[in-house]
């Protein structure tokens, strides 16, 4: 039950029917007894700035900001942290006691923590990250690779000049960082993907409906861990042929589980957790 007190966050999408995040909260508002609700509302791509801007006035806590509307999150937020500014995106808006909009980005604090979590032994190994793919997704990863200290990135994606331009307008904003990263044809690997610590798959292959990704890992040592952002299915194509060669294997399904957390807490004032019972609710069918 919720009062005339309760407060609101909301995720905004077009469509936003198949956003998980409800899911994500509701099932911590309600494990820790929070007097507050968070609902999908579709925002039309046509008023997408003027919705953004509205949620101080309609009194929301802040939002959630999906597909396709992350840059423009990014443009219509008042003050920006660090993250967002090198991912070029906000997936996450605050409301400030002022009233003015604070974007975050939490995709990718959100894929590490969900590394740190699962398989926190990857940061033993020494190699770069082998990253597919070059959308909004990837740029999160490779920013959050770089600033937990990978030495370097390698950059690979269907459409090179895509990658190129990840890079080029990284370094427009984290020189140090884009000074790390290296594009690389994504069929043709270079040497020191034989030392890779992990490799990521930011694309949408593999997911339900989509073709497997078909990169030639073979060259990967046995140590790399393989994750995917996919999550539908969880045991997608790469991480089958991963596990079926001894490498450890992480599922996408907690990048979204902890992305999730910031702005609950900051909406909220709990700090929430990841664990399997969230994972259950979030899976279950609907
Ligand atoms: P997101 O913001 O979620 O990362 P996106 O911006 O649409 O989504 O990016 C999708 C990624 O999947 C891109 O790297 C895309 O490659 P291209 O830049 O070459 O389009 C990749 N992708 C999608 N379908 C693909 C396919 N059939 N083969 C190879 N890569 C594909």
Same mark, same amino acid.
């Given at each position: ?127 770069? $990250? +082998?990253?597919?793919? &070059?959308?909004?997704? #990837?740029?999160? @990863?490779? %920013?959050?690779?770089?600033? =937990?200290?990978? !030495? ?16 080029? $307008? +990284?370094?427009?904003? &984290?020189?140090?960082? #884009?000074?790390? @990263?290296? %594009?690389?044809?994504?069929? =043709?690997?270079? !040497? ?95």
């Amino acid at each position: 039950m919720i009062s005339g007190k309760a407060r609101v966050a909301a995720v905004l999408g077009w469509p936003v029917a198949h956003s998980r995040s409800p899911r994500v909260h509701g099932f911590w508002l309600a494990r820790h007894g929070v007097d507050g609700a968070y609902v999908p509302l579709a925002l039309r791509p046509e008023s997408a700035m003027q919705g953004l801007r509205a949620l101080p006035a309609l009194g929301l806590a802040g939002a959630n900001v999906t597909v396709p509307h992350k840059e423009t999150a990014f443009a219509a937020a008042d003050l920006l942290t660090d993250r967002a500014r090198r991912i070029g995106a906000v997936n996450t808006l605050i409301v400030q006691e002022d009233g003015r909009l604070l974007g975050d980005n939490t995709d990718g604090f959100g894929f590490l923590a969900n590394l740190e979590q699962e398989a926190p032994a990857w940061r033993a190994n020494q190699g770069p $990250a +082998l990253v597919i793919g &070059a959308g909004g997704a #990837a740029r999160a @990863v490779v %920013v959050a690779l770089l600033e =937990a200290g990978c !030495p370097a990135v390698i950059l690979g994606n269907r459409t090179r000049e895509r990658a190129e331009a990840l890079r080029l $307008a +990284l370094a427009g904003v &984290a020189p140090e960082l #884009a000074a790390r @990263v290296r %594009v690389v044809d994504w069929d =043709a690997l270079p !040497p020191e993907a034989a030392n890779a610590a992990l490799v990521v798959n930011t694309t949408t292959l593999g997911m339900v409906g989509h073709p497997p990704l078909q990169v030639d890992l073979e060259a990967l040592p046995a140590s790399a861990l393989v994750t995917d952002i996919v999550y539908t299915p969880l045991e997608t194509p790469l991480l089958a042929w991963a596990r079926a060669r001894g490498n450890p294997a992480v599922d996408g399904l907690g990048m979204l589980l902890h992305q999730a957390r910031p702005g609950f807490e900051a909406w909220f004032g709990v700090a929430p957790s990841v664990d399997d019972a969230l994972r259950r609710a979030v899976l279950e069918d609907r």
